[in-house]
């Protein structure tokens, strides 16, 4: 294959899924406090407590959310990988290269790599995942959206495979880094979906042995476990990992979940409250990992697929009537910081601007008077031809936190006195799923985890508002401009660092300046564990936790 580019070296992917995995650190690449000279100690059980909804499925390939993330993460491994600085490393995959038309890449897999139940990782099982989260049984969404271009697998050697791509996709190996696209076994993709969604088969540090549902997965350690690479050294008589099990437990009270981690029956807490990790910062015992979400920021859609905010009038002025950044201070406790921007800030593409979203009541009043929305109903709302001005929108409270769940109530007050009337709609992850489906609603905040600034693309191109094979739609803004279509078609198309940057930019001024998204926040992602645990670290992938090194102090 005529090759553009060979991107990194093997040795470089030894030094850097060595560093990924050894070093205790923090995102930011720090040691962990206390565990500077702690020697690893190998054996125990980790209880993990999760405030996140319950997967139905625990293969990410299937549907594809955030607490499938959290747990897939323990068992399941990618092709490529991130390091710290967001560049793309090897994992399964040792090598690869882009043809010159950017319409192919190949890789290099390594060949000392079985599944947990004994089948080979080669080109065929790379083939046969990527035919697995593109088939429509499968019903993937953030897998499938991933890896939409990618038009046909070739097995060319066995440890050699091309890809074949409808068109050019420079964010190909961000895509690949994801878990929602890791690599499961062949011979258990054969199974019904039922039985590879209660134990998925993967490659990573550990194994699914047993899930109680509504109540805990129990996770084993994988005895024949081989990354990273065999001569990478580790401590003598010790191998990776060090934990001989996990216990992932689900505790939606955020006071329970806080107290079992106190009285030391859970070690590690996910969807840490702003309250409690102020208070814990006085705790010697506990400790906090702050990873915050790449992709896109937290956020709320104004939906300008239908009435009122088909109207730019309207949306523009119920943006300006709400005052987010009070509500951020109040209720966040400097956790959070408020965001002016689609990406995350650890996207180095993002684009703030805090300008357009200043308060200001009077061109709010202006622009709903100029839209025809002049008169107010006796309850004080805005009314035109005899309908009141009416926002639905639904939440989802497995995924929004009380702190955010009382934003979302201080924004309804604030537009109240513009004259919206917004309808808070509290619901659980099934029926908010179904408002989305039903384009019922009007506001929406929807998470939503992709490495890089393509995710732009996923969330604000028209053809996104066509549904996944899911049923799920990610551009729930339902933005529909023919320009934007083409500055994103064009920024996934290129290879040109300055270019991309540039046609990002401006799809990012597209988007604000149409006031279609309300910024917040970065998509919170606190985690606090007992002073026991060493070594967690948080992938710089998709911010979820990892325990491969991880160990418990005796």
Sequence with gaps: MPSRRFLRPQAAAVVAAAALFLAACTPGGGTSPGQESAEPVSGGTLTYASGDAEPSCLDPHVGGNYPQALIATQYLESLVSLDEDGEVIPWLATEWSESDDGMAWEFRLRDDVTFTDGTPFDAEAVAANIAHVQDPATASSTGYLALAKIEE????????????????DSALLESLSQVWVAMESPKALERSQEENCAAPVGTGPFVVDQWERQESVTLVRNEDYVSPPADVEVPEGTGLPYLDSIVWR??????????????GEVQVIDNAQPDTIVSAADDPAIEELDAPRPGASNRIELNSGKAPFDDERVREAFIRSVDVEAGVESLFFGTAQRSYSPLSSVEPLGLSLPDLFAVDTDAAADLLDDAGWSERDADGYRVKDGERLTLDFPVSTNQSIPAEQSLFEQIQADAKTAGFEVRLHPLDLSSWYGALAENDYDLVSAP????????????????????????????????????????????????????????????????????????????????????????????PTVSTPTFAGAWLAS
């Design 250 to 263: 689900f505790i939606p009270d955020s006071a329970s979940r806080y107290a079992a981690l106190q009285s």
């Design 448 to 539: 939503y985890t992709k490495v890089g600034p393509d995710v732009l693309r996923i969330l604000y191109h028209s053809d996104s508002i066509t549904p996944a094979p899911s049923g799920y739609f990610a551009n729930l803004a339902q933005v529909d401009d023919p320009g934007l279509d083409d500055l994103l078609t064009r920024a996934a198309a290129t290879s040109r660092d300055d270019e991309r940057a540039s046609l990002y930019e401006q799809a990012q001024r597209t988007i604000l300046d149409g006031y279609y998204i309300l910024p917040l926040y970065d998509q919170q992602n606190h985690f606090l564990y007992s002073s026991s645990v060493h070594g967690l670290r948080a992938m």
């Design 153 to 168: 697998v070739v097995p060319v050697e066995e440890h050699l495979v091309r890809l074949e791509l409808s068109a050019p």
